[in-house]
């Protein structure tokens, strides 16, 4: 028998262990991320259940917690446990996301033993990584740090009026946005610099929204590009009437001007994609969001990880956690945000109600990237429709994520891997993919 699930960012497969330098890489990335689970009896190439023998269960229950305790720094507790699965037995290993981050393999030492989890796969961490676990070490988040550059006479009356009735600078500082320095200034953080500091990326570098517009499902020719700054809620509205515009496919004169009636994809989904890249995108990480216009679909890459507890597994589930708190409360006040964590279902049913293939979540390492489909312009069959929408649900996905196995399209198929091997040689023979490397390297990619 198979196991359901497949390896992902809080989960991985071990068929047998002869020893355990991989073992702690994986236990020290997931104490680092969001915590995760271990099944030793489980082989990750089809997740076939194999079990242990008794010998194995009562070794590895002996030897882990203390090669574990022995080797990572700070200690991790972890829960050890039997489990049977199908007839069989295999040994589970809990890990919890710690409280002490980062942990570091000792011999490896600190930075060059500190690993973290994106995806399916740990990794060692960067610089940036690193300067992250030592801001929370802080206990202040990103947003609430001083902009020591600029005060309150710097910020724009018109943009505070937008989130504020009344305000002055005691307003500002009871907010939140802002505090008084040693000389009695009053000094925005980086909320408040972002909400109310039309030239924020000044002081925030690379804070703006970038929508680019392509002829084809490719980066080949580049139609136009238009950049969004001026204060979060104004780029948050300007970028969403340009995008609305774009997407439009029937128009209605309204006196001189032409405007869109009808659209390619809801756009309630994409004013929720956009307000969710502004209220939880890591400001600290220099890079825009960018969101592309491809003939078939749209990309948001928005900077920053999944914010914990959420990851790819739970999306759906509802839970909602604000990386930036203050930026979020603006953008409630304004009625751009509502119930928490309604956005991704909100997302995924506006896109499903017209008919759309299910919008794809990817998390990269310094990005989360959403992908939602545009509407055929063609009219097939039904069965050949729902083929099409199959087929562009699974090219966009599998485009996202890059080179994929055939274990991996096995997997996102639910089928066995010599039907995926069959699938990936006709498409192949179509020209709609090609291979990449050799042997147990081998690796295929979408040709767009």
Known sequence: MHYDAIESKIL????RLDEYSRLLETVTAFANTQGGTIIIGIRDSDRLIVGLERKEI???SQEIPQVIADAISPQIAVDLYEQHLEGKTCVTIRV??????PYFIKKLGHPSGVFL?????????????IEQFNQERSGMRFEQQPCFSISYENLSKELLGVVFASFD???LIGAGYGSTDVSGRTIPNVAGTLLFYPKHQR?????GIVVSVYAGTDKKQLI?????SGGIIPMLEHSFTYISTLLGTQYERDGLIKQPVNFEMPLDAIREALVNAVAHRAYDYEAPIRITLFSDRIEFLNPGTFYAPINPENLKEGLSRYRNPLIADALRKKGYMEKQGIGINLIISSCLEEGLPEPQFVELEHHVKLVMFKKSSSNPSPQHDQDSKDFTAMRG???AQGPFSSMDLAQYLGKSQAMAKKILKELQNKGMVEKVGKGPATRYRFIN
């Open 12 to 15: 991985e497969f071990k068929e």
């Open 58 to 60: 009562e070794r590895y």
């Open 96 to 101: 919890f996301p710690g409280p002490q981050k």
């Open 117 to 129: 989890r994106f995806g399916a796969h740990n990794r060692r961490a960067d610089a940036y990584a």
């Open 169 to 171: 600078q005691s307003i």
């Open 203 to 207: 002081i925030i570098p690379e804070s």
């Open 224 to 228: 136009k590009k238009e950049d969004f």
């Open 397 to 399: 996905y599998f485009t």
